[in-house]
């Protein structure tokens, strides 16, 4: 924490005063959500049957946006009964420089491919499931938006805090009871994310009827073993493109890493343990994924049904190990909005999916040879507020 601590105040050192403009308004809203999972799977047994239904409490969080002479707070704390746990998503302080400059302290997002998601569907793309979307750490983050141009940079220090699961004990940032994938101590394998630095632009276009973004982003970090008290260096890289046209959306990204890491007896390993939620699983050290995302919003008036976006999301994993067998998502789907009311209708389907198997977990490391395309239906009911 001390070198956090020296980063930060350097960084306030040479920001001009006068950019602190004061703004007496003040304003606090909270807010949250509830919601409901129903799941039908068909996985490696080949049976489909009432066994395999269930409806679920999927979350229930709380919200809380407030501003103070210009300081800007932004939280939000999660709960999943399905998995015993709770945690924090998102809880930074922010504070606008002016139009066109910002900065955020605290657990905030990565900035790293496409934002705020590089899907469409309830269950994200693949790089989700490898810590590279919609990813959450404690840090600081710039931004500087210009004309047609958006710039982030950010060092983090370390993941966000991991809630009270699997082994986390206090809320150290160890645990794999999280929002986000991280690399998480498992077994003989005590490594943690640290010091980590990233850097996002993207340049806007418009064209006829819509605009397409270009980017590109970075990431550089340490992979920590606490046992040897030695860090090795870990990177990845992401080119993207979102793209609206009329009532079309196409999300695209290219993303690869590779992370240097070994066990506690010094060995280096071709597969890191990566938790979330309240479990952990290994992921290769080494992978590519392409992912591929089309929609299409269609308004209705059909009571409280006002709008239909319909969708199909992909990506493939593409291993970089001798011996890993490589892994396949696709979901397709549409999102009903009544309301306050979010539904998500997803047929899911992946081999060597961690999440699509009866083995929960197995898929993103070494996986299995020629491994079946397990399906999950979902529909995810969500209330927001």
């Known amino acids: 924490m001390k070198q956090l601590t020296i980063l930060l105040?350097?960084?306030?050192?040479?920001?001009?005063?006068?950019?602190?403009?004061q703004d007496d308004e003040s304003s606090l809203s909270v807010g949250g959500a509830v919601?409901?999972?129903?799941i039908l799977t068909d996985y490696e047994d080949g049976n489909i049957d009432n066994n395999d239904g269930q409806f679920t409490w999927d979350t229930w969080r709380i919200n809380v946006n407030a501003v103070k002479n210009g300081v800007k707070l932004n939280f939000e704390y999660r709960f999943y009964p399905t998995f015993n746990t709770h945690f924090i998503k998102q809880g930074w302080l922010g504070y606008d420089f002016d139009e066109?400059?910002?900065?955020?302290?605290?657990?905030?997002?990565?900035?790293?491919?496409?934002?705020?998601?590089n899907s469409h569907n309830w269950w994200f793309q693949g790089p989700y499931y490898v810590g590279l979307e919609d990813d959450h750490d404690m840090g600081i983050k710039l931004t500087h938006?210009?004309?047609?141009?958006?710039?982030?940079?950010?060092?983090?220090?370390q993941p966000e805090p991991a809630g009270p699961a699997a082994g986390a004990g206090s809320f150290g940032f160890g645990g794999s009871g999280r929002y986000s994938y991280d690399i998480v101590p498992s077994g003989d394998e005590t490594n943690y994310e640290r010091n980590q630095l990233n850097v996002r632009t993207t340049r806007s276009f418009d064209i006829d009827g819509g605009t397409v973004e270009l980017g590109v982003?970075?990431?550089?970090?340490?992979?920590?073993?606490?046992?040897?008290?030695?860090?090795?260096?870990r990177y990845a890289i992401a080119a993207h493109t979102d793209i609206d046209y009329g009532n079309w959306n196409f999300k695209g990204q290219y993303t690869t890493f590779d992370i240097n890491a070994q066990d506690d007896t010094g060995q280096p390993i071709d597969a890191v343990q990566m938790g979330a939620y309240a479990s952990t699983y290994p992921v290769a050290t080494e992978m590519s994924m392409y992912s591929a995302g089309l929609s299409y919003s269609y308004d209705v008036d059909w009571g409280?049904?006002?709008n239909l976006n319909f969708y199909n999301d992909y990506t493939y994993f593409q291993k970089h190990t001798d011996g890993f067998n490589d892994a396949h998502q696709n979901v397709i789907g549409f999102l009903l909005t009544a309301g306050n009311v979010y539904t998500y209708f997803d047929i899911a389907r992946g081999s060597n999916h961690p999440w699509l198997t009866e083995t929960f977990g197995q898929g993103l490391g070494q996986g299995l040879n020629d491994a079946r395309w397990n399906t999950r239906f979902n529909i995810n009911i969500g209330y927001y507020f």
């Open 217 to 233: 982003s970075g990431e550089i970090g340490q992979t920590w073993n606490q046992v040897l008290n030695e860090t090795d260096r």
């Open 145 to 157: 938006t210009a004309e047609n141009w958006d710039i982030m940079a950010a060092y983090f220090f």
């Open 304 to 306: 409280p049904v006002t």
């Open 9 to 21: 105040t350097s960084i306030f050192m040479m920001i001009p005063a006068y950019l602190f403009a």
């Open 100 to 117: 066109k400059n910002n900065l955020q302290i605290g657990v905030t997002q990565v900035p790293f491919g496409n934002l705020q998601y």
């Open 35 to 38: 919601r409901y999972n129903v």
